[in-house]
């Protein structure tokens, strides 16, 4: 199993910005595609991003695209989230976890997911 530590999350008005980070020890980060995701209160898991394990490809759902950006720092083997412009919304304790797999194109398969702890991000005025 991959497992990942996640950091960064706090309170933040509307508007404000914050900087996730993802690492991992015992393996390279870039060689699997690795998503962030959030559970609202109450919701289950939902992803929001995702990057390739190869060539980088990005993916954002519509709820995030324009605000949020998905990088690879290699060399520190970490990913980040840089969430702006944050909405109440956006509430909620976020993950990062992989499949496995190289691609983004199983990143909602939820059932391959293994959760860490997450780091809580809330958006309060």
């Known amino acids: 199993q991959l497992q990942f530590v996640e950091s960064g999350g706090g309170l933040v008005q509307p508007g404000g910005s914050l900087r996730l980070s993802c690492t991992a020890s015992?393996?390279?980060?870039?060689?699997?595609?690795i998503g962030w995701y959030r559970r609202a209160p109450g919701k289950e898991h939902e992803g929001v991003s995702c990057i390739n394990g190869v060539h980088e490809d990005k993916i954002y759902e519509d709820s995030v695209k324009g605000r949020f950006t998905i990088d690879r720092d290699s060399a520190n083997n970490t990913v980040y989230l840089q969430m702006n412009n944050l909405k109440p919304e956006d509430t909620g304790v976020y993950f990062c976890?992989?499949?496995?797999?190289?691609?983004?194109?199983?990143?909602?398969?939820?059932?391959?997911?293994?959760w860490g702890q997450g780091t809580q991000v809330t958006v309060s005025s």
């Open positions: 015992g393996f390279n980060l870039r060689h699997y595609a």
């Open positions: 976890a992989s499949t496995g797999y190289y691609y983004c194109l199983d990143y909602k398969s939820y059932s391959k997911l293994t």
